[in-house]
């Protein structure tokens, strides 16, 4: 059977002229060398992607991050805003109510109160949550659901001290397993005493988190590719721009197979002894995708110029093997003269097979 392969072999290298053979070489030599650089290369590359992939990742994290703050820090500016109007000033003036402890507020539920502005002069900023009117020692006695949802009482037993502090920083509270972003402004006449304050209490929920950034989220879950999210104590997710990916009360561990944390950072809204943070998470689906781009497109160039250089390499050894057969025929017509040989029957094929042959 070896002698067989071996005659056949023979047989092959015997009848295929020169130049043939040498575009053969040419071809399997390139093909060679483009596997191994292919390999190399592919892998080398993904090393240096991962990296730069992360860190592009957490400086979008970061920029998730400096865009919610600033949405954030506009209600802060809406309030201070509302709290400098004349109307409430002066409705607090003549407001004589009991502050000897909470009561049950009045909640504005069909009409505006009478010290809010028109809502043609609304900012565009406020559409959801409660405007609440405190007494001078903090106790709620006026409400105004802007979004005409209903006023949860819970939110009625606000701890004293944390609606005070509230005017001097905003905080994020959890109240029945919901976040709220609290800011207050203290109302003062010229003479700068304090008649209360006003307060704006805004569920963060998916929708606040997806406003706050601006366009930059996609709300279409085949595009979503990035995640936001609040953590509390635990790494207890509080809220999520995808509740049907992060559910409030979920752990963010549990969806780390289809998603890797770009970055998490301390939220300086957390109240105190119930720190916060900021979570933003990037689909693995869409971090794959994005490395067999680069990988695909610089597949592709790399083809491109194997394919290149394979040419030019064959059509080299091609012509110098076309040059070299005809000599070597030249060669092999000589020997056949020089041995006598009239009617030979192999004339064709490796000339240089058939000069050792002669």
Same mark, same amino acid.
């Given at each position: 059977?070896?002698?067989?392969?071996?005659?056949?072999?023979?047989?092959?290298?015997?009848?295929?002229?020169?130049?043939?053979?040498?575009?053969?070489?040419?071809?399997?030599?390139?093909?060679?060398?483009?596997?191994?650089?292919?390999?190399?290369?592919?892998?080398?590359?993904?090393?240096?992607?991962?990296?730069?992939?992360?860190?592009?990742?957490?400086?979008?994290?970061?920029?998730?991050?400096?865009?919610?703050?600033?949405?954030?820090?506009?209600?802060?500016?809406?309030?201070?805003?509302?709290?400098?109007?004349?109307?409430?000033?002066?409705?607090?003036?003549?407001?004589?109510?009991?502050?000897?402890?909470?009561?049950?507020?009045?909640?504005?539920?069909?009409?505006?109160?009478?010290?809010?502005?028109?809502?043609?002069?609304?900012?565009?900023?406020?559409?959801?949550?409660?405007?609440?009117?405190?007494?001078?020692?903090?106790?709620?006695?006026?409400?105004?659901?802007?979004?005409?949802?209903?006023?949860?009482?819970?939110?009625?037993?606000?701890?004293?001290?944390?609606?005070?502090?509230?005017?001097?920083?905003?905080?994020?509270?959890?109240?029945?397993?919901?976040?709220? /972003?609290?800011?207050?402004? !203290?109302?003062?006449?010229?003479? @700068?005493?304090?008649? %209360?304050? &006003? =307060? *704006?209490?805004?569920?963060?929920?998916?929708?606040?988190?997806?406003?706050?950034?601006?366009?930059?989220?996609?709300?279409?879950?085949?595009?979503?590719?990035?995640?936001?999210?609040?953590?509390?104590?635990?790494?207890?997710?509080?809220?999520?721009?995808?509740?049907?990916?992060?559910?409030?009360?979920?752990?963010?561990?549990?969806?780390?197979?289809?998603?890797?944390?770009?970055?998490?950072?301390?939220?300086?809204?957390?109240?105190?002894?119930?720190?916060?943070? /900021?979570?933003?998470?990037? !689909?693995?689906?869409?971090?794959? @995708?994005?490395?067999? %781009?680069? &990988? =695909? *497109?610089?597949?592709?160039?790399?083809?491109?110029?194997?394919?290149?250089?394979?040419?030019?390499?064959?059509?080299?050894?091609?012509?110098?093997?076309?040059?070299?057969?005809?000599?070597?025929?030249?060669?092999?017509?000589?020997?056949?003269?020089?041995?006598?040989?009239?009617?030979?029957?192999?004339?064709?094929?490796?000339?240089?097979?058939?000069?050792?042959?002669?």
């Amino acid at each position: 059977m070896d002698i067989e392969k071996t005659s056949r072999f023979s047989k092959l290298i015997r009848y295929t002229p020169l130049p043939l053979q040498s575009m053969f070489v040419g071809l399997v030599c390139g093909l060679i060398v483009w596997v191994v650089l292919d390999f190399v290369q592919s892998r080398a590359l993904k090393e240096i992607l991962g990296p730069q992939f992360a860190a592009q990742l957490e400086q979008r994290a970061g920029e998730n991050l400096l865009r919610l703050d600033g949405y954030l820090q506009r209600y802060k500016l809406v309030v201070q805003l509302l709290a400098l109007n004349e109307n409430l000033i002066r409705y607090l003036g003549k407001s004589n109510w009991n502050i000897e402890g909470p009561i049950l507020a009045k909640v504005y539920e069909k009409e505006s109160p009478p010290w809010l502005l028109d809502k043609a002069h609304w900012p565009a900023l406020l559409k959801r949550g409660f405007l609440v009117l405190v007494d001078e020692k903090g106790y709620t006695q006026e409400v105004f659901p802007i979004d005409g949802k209903p006023f949860p009482q819970s939110l009625n037993a606000l701890n004293l001290s944390l609606q005070l502090k509230a005017r001097d920083r905003p905080f994020i509270i959890e109240i029945d397993k919901q976040p709220y /972003f609290l800011t207050a402004h !203290s109302v003062s006449d010229v003479s @700068e005493k304090n008649h %209360g304050g &006003l =307060m *704006l209490i805004t569920p963060i929920d998916a929708d606040t988190l997806i406003d706050s950034q601006q366009g930059f989220y996609l709300r279409e879950y085949p595009l979503r590719d990035t995640v936001i999210a609040l953590l509390g104590s635990g790494q207890r997710v509080l809220t999520s721009s995808a509740i049907d990916i992060m559910s409030a009360g979920s752990g963010i561990n549990e969806i780390r197979n289809s998603y890797n944390l770009s970055g998490r950072f301390p939220f300086e809204y957390g109240s105190e002894g119930d720190p916060v943070e /900021f979570a933003v998470l990037f !689909s693995q689906q869409k971090f794959d @995708e994005m490395s067999e %781009g680069v &990988l =695909m *497109l610089e597949r592709q160039q790399r083809i491109a110029a194997s394919l290149i250089f394979v040419a030019v390499f064959t059509a080299v050894i091609s012509l110098i093997s076309i040059r070299t057969n005809r000599l070597l025929k030249r060669i092999e017509n000589f020997s056949r003269e020089a041995l006598d040989i009239k009617n030979p029957n192999d004339v064709r094929g490796n000339q240089l097979v058939l000069i050792e042959d002669r």
